[in-house]
């Protein structure tokens, strides 16, 4: 049982019903740790067309950017031109503000993302203890996926979560208190 904020508490696991109970409210909804559908290979073509719906909008480059990491699960390399083409800028913008934003990769991530924060409130609670057993268990870095293409692990510097440090992120819900024992279950690792 995980505590949160107010009395409540959360309970459940991977692929399975998260239930949370607060002031005798009860809450049931299901959560499931899964691989994303298939990510579209990409095109030239089909980056043009992503261009071209955005390319019209005021300050289009960011949007531009958002779909076609959206749609290939990355910026990958070959869009740059097509990017800087059809917006009228050098490859080196595109590229540059496609490589500021940690949001745009330049690989697809693996199936699901977990971040681990590591600002001050999780440092101060035991984030970096928690980066290196994530980074052991997975067999990755930061920024790396695992081998079987499963799970991408990255850092993030602030959740909102501070008051229940150190916090997680998968797959966009947040996740606690999170210890080591609680990421291998989070992430579905076995003993």
């Known amino acids: 049982m995980l505590p949160t904020p107010s009395g409540s508490s959360v309970t459940g696991h991977l692929n399975g019903e998260l239930t949370s109970e607060r002031a005798g409210i009860h809450e049931s909804r299901t959560y499931a740790m899964t691989l994303r559908g298939p990510i579209e290979p990409f095109s030239e073509d089909r980056a043009r067309q992503l261009v071209a719906e955005h390319e019209h909008q005021r300050g289009p480059l960011l949007p531009v950017l958002r779909a076609l990491n959206d749609a290939f699960g990355c910026v990958d390399r070959a869009s740059i031109a097509v990017v800087a083409d059809a917006l009228n800028l050098?490859?080196?913008?595109?590229?540059?503000?496609?490589?500021?934003?940690?949001?745009?990769?330049?690989?697809?991530?693996?199936?699901?993302?977990?971040?681990?924060?590591r600002a001050e409130a999780c440092q101060a609670m035991g984030a970096d203890a928690l980066v290196a057993h994530a980074a052991g268990r997975l067999g990755v870095l930061l920024g790396g996926t695992t081998a079987d293409g499963r799970v991408t692990l990255e850092q993030v510097f602030c959740l909102g979560n501070c008051a229940l440090s150190p916090a997680v992120m998968i797959d966009g819900e947040v996740f606690g208190r999170v210890d080591a024992a609680r990421f291998d279950e989070l992430v579905g690792l076995g003993e």
């Open 90 to 117: 050098s490859e080196a913008e595109v590229f540059g503000v496609a490589s500021f934003y940690a949001d745009f990769r330049d690989q697809p991530p693996g199936g699901s993302v977990v971040r681990v924060c």
